[in-house]
């Protein structure tokens, strides 16, 4: 089966870095995404990795280490309009003849203080 | 405007009574996926399409059914509602048939008395 592990929640200081962990098991893995996903609204793309490395983007970056099963959201210079949820999801590839199927990570609530 | 747009927003209906969600999106994608949202629980794929007459199911595919007979329109069917499907409902669509870069749909918030 998959099992996709992230914190609950975080709390963290405008202005500062935060680092928001991923682990995941999966069979037919073929790459990993991380979303945006404030109160009440959909979710919107920040990255994707499918190679082992840094992804950097602005403010946020995202790393993968496919051995390790784990993946990490790095943000930067922490604004209050951050404060959301972050959902890390996984691709794998479902079977021979099919497609791609996401499954996603419950998702880490991050608060932004003053 | 590029979008994916679900109707209706909001359902309340009642156990048994066939509904259907729509999902539109105007970007020429070629894959398109249902979700379900629930507290605790975070999102679950329900179904994917990577083109037209292609779908498969995804990790709770219980209870719904699909079609993909246009590129741009993706249904999701409940033959007979139960109360364990009131959740939120969000349609997705992506470029590729590999799902990279999914553009969400505003969610469909359905109730099932």
Same mark, same amino acid.
């Given at each position: 089966?998959?099992?996709?592990?992230?914190?609950?929640?975080?709390?963290?200081?405008?202005?500062?870095?935060?680092?928001?962990?991923?682990?995941?098991?999966?069979?037919?893995?073929?790459?990993?995404?991380?979303?945006?996903?404030?109160?009440?609204?959909?979710?919107?793309?920040?990255?994707?990795?499918?190679?082992?490395?840094?992804?950097?983007?602005?403010?946020?970056?995202?790393?993968?280490?496919?051995?390790?099963?784990?993946?990490?959201?790095?943000?930067?210079?922490?604004?209050?309009?951050?404060?959301?949820?972050?959902?890390?999801?996984?691709?794998?590839?479902?079977?021979?003849?099919?497609?791609?199927?996401?499954?996603?990570?419950?998702?880490?609530?991050?608060?932004?203080?003053? | 405007?590029?979008?994916?747009?679900?109707?209706?927003?909001?359902?309340?209906?009642?156990? +048994?009574? &066939?509904?259907?969600?729509?999902?539109?999106? @105007?970007?020429?994608?070629?894959?398109? !996926?249902?979700?379900?949202?629930?507290?605790?629980?975070?999102?679950?794929?329900?179904?994917?399409?990577?083109?037209?007459?292609?779908?498969?199911?995804?990790?709770?595919?219980? +209870?719904? &059914?699909?079609?993909?007979?246009?590129?741009? @329109?993706?249904?999701?069917?409940?033959? !007979?509602?139960?109360?364990?499907?009131?959740?939120?409902?969000?349609?997705?669509?992506?470029?590729?048939?590999?799902?990279?870069?999914?553009?969400?749909?505003?969610?469909?918030?359905?109730?099932?008395?």
């Amino acid at each position: 089966g998959q099992n996709i592990d992230q914190p609950t929640e975080m709390t963290a200081t405008e202005g500062a870095i935060v680092q928001i962990n991923c682990t995941y098991q999966t069979s037919g893995f073929n790459g990993l995404f991380w979303y945006q996903q404030h109160a009440g609204e959909a979710p919107t793309f920040l990255s994707y990795n499918v190679l082992d490395g840094l992804e950097e983007k602005g403010r946020f970056s995202s790393f993968l280490s496919r051995s390790k099963g784990y993946s990490y959201l790095l943000l930067k210079e922490l604004q209050m309009k951050d404060s959301a949820s972050y959902l890390c999801a996984v691709r794998r590839r479902a079977n021979s003849n099919s497609g791609y199927a996401l499954n996603f990570g419950k998702g880490t609530s991050l608060l932004v203080t003053p | 405007e590029a979008q994916v747009t679900q109707n209706p927003r909001y359902l309340i209906t009642v156990t +048994g009574k &066939k509904l259907t969600v729509t999902c539109s999106q @105007n970007m020429n994608h070629e894959y398109m !996926s249902w979700y379900r949202q629930d507290p605790g629980l975070g999102l679950r794929q329900i179904y994917y399409s990577m083109n037209v007459e292609v779908t498969d199911k995804g990790d709770v595919p219980e +209870g719904y &059914k699909v079609s993909r007979k246009e590129k741009r @329109n993706f249904p999701l069917i409940l033959e !007979s509602p139960s109360p364990n499907q009131t959740s939120l409902y969000f349609c997705a669509s992506s470029p590729g048939q590999g799902g990279e870069t999914q553009y969400f749909g505003p969610g469909t918030r359905l109730l099932v008395l």
